[in-house]
């Protein structure tokens, strides 16, 4: 075992830690000013979503995960941003 654990230390060495962060895959968190791309990843419709779909994923997020049920208060303001920003 001793020699598995040095060559994954190794591993993580050799990993280019820059040609991850350019990867094409969303990374998560949030962006300092919330973009329409960032906005339909968190209710789930495309950029380009009609506002009756925007409204129809807003009410389906925001009831899991509304504060009154134990959701996070910080989520739920990142839906109804999200929610404001396709509905323009």
């Keep these: 075992m001793p020699n ?8 993580v060495k050799r990993l ?8 094409k895959y969303y990374k998560g968190g949030f962006e300092p000013k919330m973009t329409r791309r960032e906005a339909s990843l968190i209710l789930g419709v495309s ?6 779909k925007v ?8 009831g899991v995960n509304h504060p009154d049920r134990g959701g996070s208060p910080y989520i739920a303001a990142k839906i109804n941003e999200a929610k404001d ?4």
């Design 16 to 23: 280019d830690s820059q040609s991850l962060a350019n990867s």
């Design 55 to 62: 409204k129809e994923q807003f009410k389906k997020v925001m």
């Design 85 to 88: 920003l396709l509905e323009k």
């Design 4 to 11: 598995l654990s040095q060559r994954m230390a190794e591993t």
């Design 47 to 52: 950029p380009t979503a009609s506002k009756g």
